[in-house]
């Protein structure tokens, strides 16, 4: 019995592709793990963790004061009272540990991928490394567009809205805390095309699904913005609105790139 040479290349290349599937979907490293060598593993990553915010958090505790003075910036020379004993000893001690997390968080990105690096496939290994680099600089673009853009924008419209009737004199405790929740969430936000990029690397929904939403991402991008925004005036919601629109398409647009 012959078969034709478009047979036998239809045979090769689907022969081809199912190994090279299968190779792709192989766990390279499969390790029988009982569930307590998981959770053994699973409090050695975290304890190193912990060590390494620790170590980070000192060393800014060491320098917090011009730390402090970075962020005093956006408030335009507004004057800051401590309204209690020791109120700036604590602040300091808030600067220092959300500092110290951003320094350490490229050591915890490396322990968490550690950790499920065993579990998974060559395939979603090959996601791995622009998945991490990419929610790493996302971040600290979250980062910076707060500090440039939301927090100077929300404390200049506090600052004109009540400038010819109140004095301002701010709390330093609360201006902190207004000003790390709005850097931290924002840096959040930013992680929307990373999880759109997921999910459709991994199939579960497809950029034309994705695209089909518009109307309610733009209804959530608007909640979104209200809900993460510590102030309540309209310019910082409408910008981080604005933010979380142009994150999602963008991520619309990244896992078209891909194909999917």
């Given at each position: 019995?012959?078969?034709?040479?478009?047979?036998?290349?239809?045979?090769?290349?689907?022969?081809?592709?199912?190994?090279?599937?299968?190779?792709?979907?192989?766990?390279?490293?499969?390790?029988?793990?009982?569930?307590?060598?998981?959770?053994?593993?699973?409090?050695k990553?975290?304890?190193?963790?912990?060590?390494?915010?620790?170590?980070?958090?000192?060393?800014?505790?060491?320098?917090?004061?011009?730390?402090?003075?970075?962020?005093?910036?956006?408030?335009?020379?507004?004057?800051?009272?401590?309204?209690?004993?020791?109120?700036?000893?604590?602040?300091?001690?808030?600067?220092?540990?959300?500092?110290?997390?951003?320094?350490?968080?490229?050591?915890?990105l490396?322990?968490?991928?550690?950790?499920?690096?065993?579990?998974?496939?060559?395939?979603?290994?090959?996601?791995?490394?622009?998945?991490?680099?990419?929610?790493?600089?996302?971040?600290?673009?979250?980062?910076?567009?707060?500090?440039?853009?939301?927090?100077?924008?929300?404390?200049?419209?506090?600052?004109?809205?009540?400038?010819?009737?109140?004095?301002?004199?701010?709390?330093?405790?609360?201006?902190?805390?207004?000003?790390?929740?709005?850097?931290?969430?924002?840096?959040?936000?930013?992680?929307?095309?990373?999880?759109?990029?997921?999910?459709?690397?991994?199939?579960?929904?497809?950029?034309?699904?994705?695209?089909?939403?518009?109307?309610?991402?733009?209804?959530?991008?608007?909640?979104?913005?209200?809900?993460?925004?510590?102030?309540?005036?309209?310019?910082?919601?409408?910008?981080?609105?604005?933010?979380?629109?142009?994150?999602?398409?963008?991520?619309?647009g990244?896992?078209?790139?891909?194909?999917?």
């Amino acid at each position: 019995m012959t078969t034709s040479p478009d047979t036998d290349t239809a045979i090769d290349n689907e022969g081809y592709g199912d190994s090279d599937i299968n190779s792709l979907d192989e766990l390279p490293d499969e390790v029988e793990m009982s569930l307590f060598d998981h959770l053994e593993e699973l409090r050695k990553r975290i304890f190193y963790s912990l060590i390494a915010i620790a170590l980070s958090a000192v060393g800014c505790f060491i320098a917090v004061k011009p730390l402090v003075k970075l962020l005093e910036v956006p408030a335009q020379g507004i004057k800051f009272l401590q309204l209690a004993p020791g109120e700036f000893f604590f602040v300091s001690f808030k600067v220092a540990g959300y500092t110290g997390l951003v320094l350490a968080s490229p050591f915890i990105l490396y322990q968490i991928v550690q950790f499920v690096l065993p579990g998974l496939t060559r395939k979603e290994r090959r996601l791995l490394a622009p998945i991490v680099f990419g929610s790493s600089i996302l971040f600290l673009v979250g980062l910076v567009f707060a500090y440039l853009l939301l927090i100077p924008a929300a404390l200049n419209f506090f600052i004109n809205y009540g400038a010819d009737v109140v004095e301002q004199s701010w709390s330093i405790e609360k201006y902190f805390e207004f000003v790390l929740s709005l850097l931290f969430l924002t840096g959040i936000a930013f992680q929307i095309p990373i999880v759109q990029t997921l999910l459709g690397a991994l199939g579960i929904v497809s950029s034309a699904q994705m695209l089909a939403g518009w109307r309610s991402v733009i209804l959530g991008s608007v909640v979104l913005g209200a809900v993460l925004t510590p102030s309540t005036d309209p310019l910082t919601q409408t910008l981080l609105a604005g933010a979380v629109l142009f994150l999602y398409f963008g991520g619309i647009g990244l896992v078209k790139l891909l194909g999917k």
